[in-house]
């Protein structure tokens, strides 16, 4: 009775959020047909048990039972991980813990490497055309510096030509 009112005051809830009257939406969820019990599952399919959210099945008995959301998990005296189902029929939750692991470990992998990247890879190719510019800086002053060496010899020998010529 108690998720029946949550559930109630859920979708009342998104309705105010969404703008829509929420007298409309009490009204369907007060004329809604209780949701059966997941006990009354037990014994038939997976398929019919985990159509209610609500449920659990546990495939060592063959039984429906009420998902403990007091615990994120459910507890091995109730039903073991390997033989647990909740949601879907095809995937356990010792296979979903492992699933959602992997995810959120390449998840945080791939944010720490974007990261990476951001932080040093593009900061050090930034200062390497600073570093390329002084180079070329330096490496034009060099020949300038050569330039009027060279033009400096050429005046000093012309000097000496024409004093010859005198003598």
Same mark, same amino acid.
């Given at each position: 009775?108690?998720?029946?009112?949550?559930?109630?005051?859920?979708?009342?809830?998104?309705?105010?959020?969404?703008?829509r009257?929420?007298?409309?939406?009490?009204?369907?969820?007060?004329?809604?047909? #209780?949701?059966p019990?997941?006990?009354?599952?037990?014994?038939?399919?997976?398929?019919?048990?985990?159509?209610?959210?609500?449920?659990l099945w546990?495939?060592?008995?063959?039984?429906?039972?009420?998902?403990?959301?007091?615990?994120?998990? #459910? #507890?091995?005296?109730?039903?073991?991980?390997?033989?647990?189902?909740?949601?879907?029929?095809?995937?356990?939750?010792?296979?979903?813990?492992?699933?959602?692991?992997?995810?959120?470990?390449?998840?945080?992998v791939?944010?720490?490497?974007?990261?990476?990247y951001?932080?040093?890879?593009?900061?050090?190719?930034?200062?390497?055309?600073?570093?390329?510019? +002084?180079?070329?800086?330096?490496?034009? +002053? +060099?020949?300038?510096?050569?330039?009027?060496?060279?033009?400096?010899?050429?005046?000093?020998?012309?000097?000496?030509?024409?004093?010859?010529?005198?003598?």
């Amino acid at each position: 009775m108690a998720a029946e009112r949550r559930w109630a005051l859920w979708l009342q809830g998104w309705a105010l959020l969404w703008g829509r009257a929420g007298m409309g939406l009490a009204h369907l969820a007060a004329t809604a047909p #209780p949701a059966p019990a997941c006990s009354e599952f037990s014994q038939r399919s997976c398929e019919e048990c985990l159509k209610n959210v609500a449920c659990l099945w546990c495939y060592t008995n063959n039984t429906c039972i009420d998902y403990p959301v007091r615990s994120i998990l #459910p #507890p091995s005296s109730l039903c073991s991980l390997s033989n647990a189902r909740w949601g879907v029929c095809w995937i356990n939750f010792e296979a979903l813990i492992i699933a959602i692991a992997v995810v959120a470990g390449l998840i945080l992998v791939s944010v720490t490497a974007c990261c990476c990247y951001c932080c040093y890879c593009r900061r050090r190719s930034r200062s390497r055309p600073d570093e390329e510019e +002084e180079r070329l800086a330096r490496k034009r +002053e +060099e020949q300038r510096l050569q330039s009027l060496q060279r033009r400096d010899i050429r005046v000093n020998l012309n000097k000496f030509e024409s004093l010859e010529q005198i003598w």
